[in-house]
């Protein structure tokens, strides 16, 4: 009678550490998103006080690719993009606009828009000056914070759930999606921060934690299957 309540009471406690072994695991995946979470929210929000960054003042261009732009104007018959005011300095562009019937057109190659920020075409016409500015993202949309802000929010929702219901699976999901946010703000930016180098690293880290969280979700999975039925 000894020996079974003995036995008893060693396998209540091999219960016991088995529930904590799976819930600290479990505490750190989420730990781990809410850093994720925090760093994202810190940077953007840092960002977008900067006052260097102006998103939204100008019509937005896609990050490498040709710009094209046209207005209209009959008092003159000449016109030249001069310089371009870019985040890095002032470039010499020196481009003589075509002119049909009063409507200057140019196409500004792709080279010139390698970085994220607020470029200024400046012209220089036969009477009268003018500039000509657009707001370079990686997008070419001024404004992506949105959709990270749904996306974390789905994130969060998968991992709470995951929790709630002990689902190893959902663990996973939630994982996956993390890396797909870092790729996403690898390939796409975050537009705000204009430095390229900063959004890269934000997007390194975020796959580093979703590799994370995957390790430790699929860890625990495999306690699951490895345990005797």
Known sequence: MVKTSNISKQGARTKA?????????RKAILSALALCLALFLFTSVSALIDDNSKSGQYIAHQQNKNLQFSFSDNSQSICNVTTL???EGVRT?????SNTQGTFAVTINSKNFTSAGTYCF????????????????????????????????????IFALGAYT???????????????L??????????????????YAIGMIVWAIGIICIYISLEEQLKVWDKPQ
């Open 166 to 180: 002990k689902n190893n699976y959902l663990m996973m999901l939630g994982s996956i999606a993390i890396l797909f």
């Open 122 to 157: 400046n012209l220089q016409c036969n009477t009268d000056t003018g500039s000509v500015c657009r707001e370079v993202t990686s997008t070419g949309f001024t404004s992506t914070l949105g959709f990270y802000f749904v996306f974390i929010v789905i994130i969060i929702g």
């Open 85 to 87: 005011n870019y985040p």
């Open 182 to 199: 870092g790729f996403f703000i690898i390939k796409f930016g975050i537009d705000p921060i204009k430095d390229v180098q900063t959004t």
């Open 17 to 25: 550490v088995s529930v904590e072994e799976t819930y600290v695991p």
């Open 93 to 97: 562009i020196n481009l003589t606009m």
